[in-house]
Nanobody
Framework: QVQLVESGGGLVQAGDSLRLSCAASGRTFSSINAGWFRQAPGKDRECVAAISWNGCSTLFTDSVKGRFAISRDNAKNTMYLHMNSLKHEDTAVYYC????????????????????WGQGTQVTVST
């Protein structure tokens, strides 16, 4: 089992930056790909970014490319989402998630591949 706890959400203005953290405990987090998802009111949950177990590979949804970065510190069992130039449309509940399988070669973006989820943290971007 992997337990995930997000932190760092809040209310910011458009153009501001924010860093989300995801602290993991339990099963070896360092062997599992992980990602950040978000869900805005009335919309489906979407994968914002993902990172491989060793941090060597990342991917981003088109709407955040160039503005968001994802990183992880396996020594601290922590993953981060660095959000810059925030826009109102980034407003959502952000969830961190960990892959079902260890050492997967490909980064997945669909929820069914992520078996471990945090409780979510609200990010609100005012105009």
């Amino acid at each position: 089992q992997v337990q995930l706890v997000e932190s760092g959400g809040g209310l910011v203005q458009a153009g501001d930056s924010l860093r989300l953290s995801c602290a993991a405990s339990g099963r070896t987090f360092s062997s599992i790909n992980a990602g950040w998802f978000r869900q805005a009111p009335g919309k489906d949950r979407e994968c914002v970014a993902a990172i491989s177990w060793n941090g060597c590979s990342t991917l981003f949804t088109d709407s955040v490319k160039g503005r968001f970065a994802i990183s992880r510190d396996n020594a601290k069992n922590t993953m981060y989402l660095h959000m810059n130039s925030l826009k109102h449309e980034d407003t959502a509940v952000y969830y961190c998630a960990a892959d079902n399988s260890a050492f997967r070669d490909v980064l997945m973006t669909t929820e069914l591949h992520y078996g471990y989820w945090g409780q979510g943290t609200q990010v609100t971007v005012s105009t």
